[in-house]
């Protein structure tokens, strides 16, 4: 699918993927960046960058398993992101990305929407043990 807003492919995604609404899909993908807050207290969030692949969104953590806020949404698995003034309760899905195919497809999201400099951060080996798949709260 791709948006009209902004023209960026959504890489799987159409208005009929599970959980996604149409204007969700829209805004993920004319965004590049979302704010992360882990669980369900008020406090501030971690902007970072997200993407897109076999119709999921995922966020890691360039830092690793290690990172303060992945090592949070083990702890929590439930929280919030923001996109402008947009918010939505969400599930944060540790553990990810599984099978290899699918981290590559994973890291070709991020390299596709943030060029070369993704590989070195995002598409790295600990960046890829600190994958997180959101999915909106139900």
Not at 42 to 52: D, P, S, W, Y
Not at 82 to 102: I, M, N, S
Request: charged letters at 25%; a positive charge; proline letters at 6%.
């Amino acid at each position: 699918m791709r948006s009209a807003r902004c023209g960026f492919t959504l890489n799987g995604m159409t208005p009929d993927t599970p959980g996604w609404n149409p204007d969700d899909l829209a805004l993920l993908a004319c965004r590049s960046s979302l704010v992360l807050t882990v669980g369900d207290e008020a406090r501030n969030g971690v902007e970072i960058g997200m993407a897109v692949a076999d119709g999921q969104l995922y966020v890691r953590a360039y830092r690793g398993p290690a990172s303060r806020w992945y090592q949070a949404a083990r702890t929590h698995p439930r929280g919030r992101i923001r996109l402008g003034d947009v918010t939505r309760d969400v599930v944060l899905h540790t553990g990810e990305p599984g099978p290899a195919e699918r981290a590559e497809r994973i890291d070709q999201a991020f390299i596709g929407k943030y060029g070369a400099v993704a590989a070195g951060l995002v598409a790295a080996d600990a960046a890829r043990e600190a994958t997180i798949r959101i999915t909106p709260a139900r």
